[in-house]
């Protein structure tokens, strides 16, 4: 439904930032709910954080909070994850991602995401 490529990454020492960014493509990105996914080496891909259509409702996993920002510009068509503080375990690939256009509910279910960026790696040294 709607396209999506994720820029930003890169590698960072502990303690540094990083700001991810996720161009979406399409007429309607201001309907769309979006996220940040990771997933590590070895593991399974974990939800980061999310984002309302209008940019005023958030939610983080607990391991990122007060850490990491998650924003939007609708008139340029971009999310953004604002990376803090970052940490070894920060380790991952990093994907943006959006649920149906159908999800009313807040936050949306981690099944109802099906539209995917390639991801941007992120590498955190000690």
């Known amino acids: 439904q709607v396209q999506l490529v994720e820029s930003g990454g890169g590698l960072v020492q502990a303690g540094g930032s990083l700001r991810l960014s996720c161009a979406a493509s399409?007429?309607?990105?201001?309907?769309?709910?979006m996220a940040w996914f990771r997933q590590a080496p070895g593991k399974e891909r974990e939800f980061v954080a999310a984002?309302?259509?209008?940019?005023?409702?958030?939610t983080y996993t607990d391991s990122v909070k007060g850490r990491f920002t998650i924003s939007r510009d609708n008139a340029k068509n971009t999310v953004y994850l604002q990376m803090n503080s970052l940490k070894p375990e920060d380790t991952a690939v990093y994907y943006c991602?959006?649920?149906?256009?159908?999800?009313?509910?807040?936050?949306?279910?981690?099944?109802?995401?099906?539209?995917w960026g390639q991801g941007t790696q992120v590498t955190v040294s000690s």
């Open positions: 984002i309302s259509r209008a940019g005023i409702r958030t």
């Open positions: 399409g007429r309607t990105f201001s309907s769309n709910i």
């Open positions: 991602a959006a649920p149906n256009l159908k999800v009313t509910t807040w936050p949306p279910p981690l099944r109802a995401y099906d539209s």
